[in-house]
């Protein structure tokens, strides 16, 4: 019988593989990441019994029940990676095998306060989408979080950009021009009449409802 730490990773193996638009089999019995899913085809059936997994031919889907471990084991992965990079400034070398490990140990309960710590992040530190969850819809407040919108922050404060949430492309394109990107170090100078912050050796205003969109952590 596979070890519940196998299944995990084959079901985020497969999840992963099909945000790349596949479902192989091959790719799975043969890969070489650091999450190695180390499975076999006697795992795939075991699998697959569980009511976890479907296989077609060369191609292995999740079933409802799959997708929602997959969810959760997928959630816990990168919401790790933003702990050990924003809260224990980890570099990439170490950063995956290390949230690898993590990924098993977290409880439903400590997912959430992590999520709720950092802010509701919706992407992991290489851009990938992190699962919503229910602190997500309820926007705890229990936490005071490390990760926050720019538009808290008072004058002087000096922040790091983390990520933006603005779904409006134009918008997004518009604050890369500018320079502002998850990495900057901005400073704000004022909030009222108007939002301006410096970036650089560039003073610029923005829009209220722009400056919501961009999260930062702040600097001492």
């Avoid at 990441?33 to 009511?51: F, I, Q």
């Avoid at 949230?99 to 710590?117: K, Q, R, W, Y």
């Avoid at 490390?146 to 990520?163: E, M």
């Avoid at 003073?203 to 961009?214: F, G, H, Q, R, Y």
Wanted: include cysteine; proline fraction near 4%.
């Amino acid at each position: 019988m596979a070890e519940e730490s196998v299944i995990e990773e084959v079901l985020e193996f497969i999840w992963s593989d099909r945000e790349m638009g596949s479902h192989s089999i091959e790719k799975l019995l043969n890969t070489k990441e650091v999450c190695a899913a180390r499975a076999d085809y006697d795992t795939l059936r075991e699998m697959e019994s569980l009511g976890l997994i479907t296989v077609d031919a060369d191609s292995v889907y999740l079933t409802e029940a799959g997708e929602g471990r997959a969810r959760s084991i997928i959630r816990r992965h990168r919401l790790a990676e933003r702990l050990l990079t924003e809260v224990l400034d980890m570099d990439e070398e170490a950063l995956e095998q290390e949230a690898c490990n993590f990924e098993h140990i977290l409880s439903p309960g400590v997912t959430d306060s992590i999520c709720t710590l950092l802010g509701h992040p919706p992407s992991c530190p290489h851009g990938l989408s992190i699962p919503r969850g229910e602190c997500c819809k309820k926007q705890r407040v229990e936490l005071k979080p490390l990760v926050k919108s720019l538009i808290a922050l008072n004058p002087g404060d000096r922040a790091r950009i983390i990520f933006i949430v603005s779904g409006i492309h134009a918008r997004l394109d518009k604050l890369s021009s500018l320079g502002l990107v998850p990495g900057s170090i901005i400073r704000v100078h004022q909030k009222k009449p108007a939002f301006v912050i410096e970036i650089g050796e560039t003073t610029l205003a923005i829009d209220s409802e722009i400056v919501k969109d961009i999260f930062v952590r702040r600097l001492k």
